[in-house]
């Protein structure tokens, strides 16, 4: 079974110029034919960095409630997860996100995320979110960048000291590494500015992510998207190491949306690849 553990239903884009909304069946063929048996539907437009105002006047059943909702009809193809920021309840370091972890998993949800409050990784309400998350036996996937306006996700300086750190004060959590800021920590070395985009050729030394991912074992990454596969095909042999080193906690996953449906990522093309040169089990 073949499980994409990055996919959204709400629109990622500004409007309908952009991309076109599609029903759940229409999604579940495109990924079906992509020969994904199942999707994790990880719920969007929940933070105000990530809200494009249009969407709210485009598209019908986006809020994060129609999200989670929707996606109980389908079952047998998909999981779905609910989605907080780190600023709601009060916005305090000892906000209690009780009441909707209980919303989320009476109605089936299997983790949180993806997590994209733009404020600092290791900020106590963000210490304090995660534990709760863990105490429920929950995952949370999270969009990682560095320091940088008109952006979103959690924050973050080079060589990843604030990852180091919720590891650390929320180890019952199962932390979901993934954006940019993530992956970009393959290599080391990297400014600010690296932190914020897809370092491109080959890595020169070890950057902090495989280090994290030795010691922490509630650290685990999510190749999605052109930050993930970025980071696995920018140095071949790198990457290669570093897949069958942590092929245990590296979750296959795309971030395709229901919008766009031309697209296709690489991801599965590149893992078939490896595994057809015998560079991968």
């Known amino acids: 079974m073949l499980i994409d553990f990055h996919y959204h239903y709400a629109p990622l884009y500004r409007g309908p110029q952009d991309s076109r909304p599609v029903t759940w069946e229409e999604g ?3 990924f079906v034919a992509q020969g994904v048996d199942k999707v994790v539907m990880l719920p969007g437009s929940v933070v105000p960095e990530a809200c494009h105002g249009p969407n709210f006047l485009y598209f019908e059943g986006m809020s994060l409630r129609d999200q989670v909702l929707s996606a109980l009809s389908y079952p047998d193809r998909i999981i779905s997860f609910g989605n907080m920021d780190v600023r709601w309840m009060g916005n ?3 906000a209690d996100f009780g009441p909707l972890l209980d919303w989320f998993q009476e ?9 994209t409050s733009n404020v600092p990784i290791d900020d106590p309400r963000t210490v304090n979110m995660f534990r709760q998350i863990g105490a429920r036996g929950l995952p949370a996937l999270i969009h990682n ?3 940088h306006f008109g952006t979103y996700g959690l924050q973050d300086y080079p060589g990843a000291p604030g990852l180091a750190r919720l590891l650390r004060e929320a180890p019952d959590t199962i932390v979901v590494g993934h954006g940019q800021g993530f992956w970009a920590e393959i290599g080391g070395g990297l400014t600010m500015e690296e932190k914020m985009r897809y370092p491109q050729g080959a890595i020169k030394e070890e950057g902090a992510l495989p280090k994290l991912l030795r010691e922490y074992p509630n650290l685990y990454g999510d ?8 980071a696995l095909s920018r140095d071949p042999e790198f990457g290669i190491g570093f897949i069958n ?3 245990d906690r ?3 996953g795309t971030d395709q949306s229901f919008g766009r449906p031309e697209l296709v990522m690489p991801h599965q093309g590149f893992l078939k690849g490896l595994v057809a040169e015998g560079k991968i089990s």
């Open 28 to 30: 579940i063929a495109r």
């Open 92 to 94: 305090r370091p000892d």
């Open 107 to 115: 109605h089936g949800c299997k983790g949180i995320g993806e997590v």
């Open 145 to 147: 960048v560095g320091y």
């Open 223 to 230: 190749i999605s998207a052109g930050s993930g596969h970025n």
């Open 245 to 247: 080193e942590f092929q």
């Open 250 to 252: 590296l979750l296959f």
